[in-house]
């Protein structure tokens, strides 16, 4: 019927779930990068909102885990298929971007360029986001890939011209991509926050 509520699957709350639990990990591996650059200055404690962030995403996937039994299984062929699917064209991107972070990184080492290895990693990982922007069919991802990638190209250009040593790079690329993972984040938390309310 028209006016029928839209069903939430349980397993799109362990997905909300299991996203905001990669996101705190990812966001604490970049700010970690930053810190990297920042430690020896005075402003290393700009980073400080990125834990904070971690914390508060760990907190809501946790809450959603909870809850998400309380959410029906996916039941009809066509809904367990589409899952399936996504479930495999996930694994296919994320094992080309593991390839692509191997490549990539070996390239400039090889090219006398190591200092461009955090810059290559987070190119991989920005351009990674527009097939899963298809994949899940959310439009967020085509803006963080392409702030992502943006992120990594100015990196790549300004450590090259020599207008940023190494700790600049890892200040300037770990802020960048924590910042998109921050965004993530709270873009599921929001998410998560506007499922519909079930009781046992």
């Not at 909300?16 to 990812?26: R, V, W």
């Not at 962030?53 to 946790?62: A, E, H, P, Q, T």
């Not at 290895?117 to 991989?124: R, Y």
């Amino acid at each position: 019927m028209e006016n029928e509520p839209h069903i939430i699957p349980a397993a799109a709350v362990k997905g909300i779930a299991t996203g905001l639990l990669m996101m705190a990990f990812f966001t604490l591996i970049w700010s970690g990068i930053a810190f990297g650059g920042l430690h020896t200055t005075n402003w290393w404690f700009v980073l400080l909102i990125f834990p904070v962030l971690s914390v508060f995403f760990i907190f809501n996937g946790i809450k959603l885990f909870r809850i998400a039994k309380y959410y029906p299984p996916l039941t009809s062929e066509a809904d367990l298929a589409e899952e399936k699917k996504m479930g495999k064209w996930f694994g296919i991107i994320f094992g080309a971007e593991g390839l692509g972070i191997f490549i990539g990184i070996n390239v400039v080492i090889n090219l006398g360029h190591p200092e461009l290895a955090i810059p290559v990693l987070a190119l991989v990982v920005g351009l990674h986001f527009y097939p899963l922007a298809k994949v899940f069919k959310r439009t967020i991802d085509y803006y963080l890939a392409t702030w992502s990638t943006i992120i990594a190209v100015v990196a790549i250009i300004l450590t090259l011209n020599k207008t940023f040593d190494q700790t600049a790079t890892f200040a300037f690329t770990g802020i960048g991509i924590a910042v998109a993972t921050s965004c993530y984040g709270i873009y599921m938390v929001v998410r998560g926050r506007s499922l519909p309310e079930v009781t046992s």
